[in-house]
C-alpha cells in the first residue's frame, strides 16, 4: 500500500479537539514526541490494518462531517459501495493469503482513483464505500467505471506456486447514491440497494440509485 496515498485528507492533528491541540501548542515538546506519538496512535486507531483504507469506526463521522459541510453549501455529495465479487469462493479457491493479496491490490486501484478530498473506507469483509464531496452522480458513475475498469485489467500477483488458474482476475460491483432530502442513512441504503442491483444483473458492473 502507498502511505501517501492512503493518508491523504484525515490524519492526525487535523481532527483532534480544539482543547487538545490548544493544549498541544502550550506545551510546545522539545522534540514534539507527543505529536508524532498522538498521530502514529490515529493512525492505528482508524485505518484497517490489512488495506489502510479507513476503517469503519472512523467512517460514520467524517461522512457525517461532509454531509453538514454539503447541506451548509450546498454542494452535492456522492458515495460508492464497492463489493468484489464472488470473494468467498475467490478466498475459498486460492487460500486466504491470495485473498488478502487481493483485497490490498482493489485498494491501491482505488486510492489512485481518488482525489485528495475524497476517502475511501473499508464497510465490511470485501465491501468499501468510497465518499465524493463536490461530486454529482454524473461524475460520480464516470470515477466509479474508470475504477471498474482498472481493477478488472488489473492481474493479481501470486502468493505461491501452481495456483489453480483465474487467481489473477477479480472484478467488483458498484452502487452509487447522492445525498438526498433523506439524509446520509438514506443515501447508503440506495447505494447499497444499487450494489445488489449490479450484483443481480451479472457483476462487474456500475448501477446508480436515483432519489
Known amino acids: 500500500m502507498d502511505k501517501k496515498a492512503a493518508s491523504k485528507r484525515y490524519d492526525g492533528l487535523d481532527h483532534i479537539s480544539k482543547e487538545f491541540k490548544e493544549q498541544l501548542e502550550k506545551e510546545k515538546p522539545e522534540h514534539q514526541a507527543l505529536e508524532k506519538l498522538f498521530n502514529e496512535l490515529y493512525i492505528y486507531a482508524t485505518r484497517d490494518h490489512l488495506t489502510g483504507v479507513l476503517n469503519r469506526r472512523i467512517l460514520d463521522e467524517l461522512l457525517g462531517k461532509e454531509m453538514e459541510r454539503a447541506i451548509r453549501h450546498k454542494l452535492p455529495l456522492s458515495v460508492i459501495i464497492l463489493d468484489i465479487d464472488e470473494f468467498k469462493h475467490y478466498n475459498d479457491t486460492y487460500g486466504h ?115
Open 97 to 211: 493469503f491470495q485473498g488478502d493479496l487481493a483485497l490490498k491490490t482493489v485498494t491501491d486501484v482505488i486510492q489512485k482513483a481518488t482525489r485528495h478530498e475524497d476517502f475511501v473506507a473499508r464497510y465490511g469483509g470485501e465491501e468499501f464505500i468510497i465518499v465524493l464531496p463536490d461530486t454529482n452522480l454524473e461524475r460520480a458513475k464516470e470515477i466509479a467505471e474508470r475504477m471498474r475498469k482498472k481493477i478488472a485489467e488489473t492481474k493479481i500477483r501470486a502468493t505461491k506456486k501452481n495456483l489453480l488458474p483465474n487467481f489473477e482476475k477479480i472484478t467488483v460491483s458498484m452502487g452509487i447514491a447522492l445525498l438526498g432530502k433523506k439524509g446520509m442513512e438514506n443515501m447508503l441504503h440506495r447505494a447499497d440497494e444499487a450494489l445488489y442491483m449490479a450484483k443481480r444483473e451479472g457483476r462487474n458492473k456500475v448501477v446508480v440509485s436515483k432519489e
